[in-house]
């Protein structure tokens, strides 16, 4: 079983991955999900938990269904 901060750290590795092989950067990754590139830097960087709805966000974002953002 994960904790908290370690899935904090997979998922925001995934995003960055996901996010790297659609070629967006995190600004435009943001403005696609209604947050600001300084949000996506601290998903990514695992300074901040992302809810449920934000992950939601962002795999729409991402064109990618979101039980994509768990495979680590």
């Known amino acids: 079983m994960l904790t ?3 899935l ?3 998922i925001g590795n995934r995003i ?3 996010r790297k092989e ?3 950067s995190q ?3 943001g ?3 209604g947050r600001d590139k300084q949000h996506i830097e601290l998903i990514e960087n695992h ?3 992302a809810n449920t709805y934000t992950l939601y966000t962002i795999a729409i974002a991402l064109e990618i269904e979101f ?3 768990f495979k680590f």
């Open 27 to 29: 600004a435009e990754l």
């Open 8 to 10: 904090s750290v997979k």
């Open 67 to 69: 039980i994509e953002l």
């Open 16 to 18: 960055k991955q996901l």
């Open 47 to 49: 300074k901040v938990s």
């Open 31 to 33: 403005r696609l999900c």
């Open 22 to 24: 659609k070629n967006i």
């Open 4 to 6: 908290k901060q370690e």
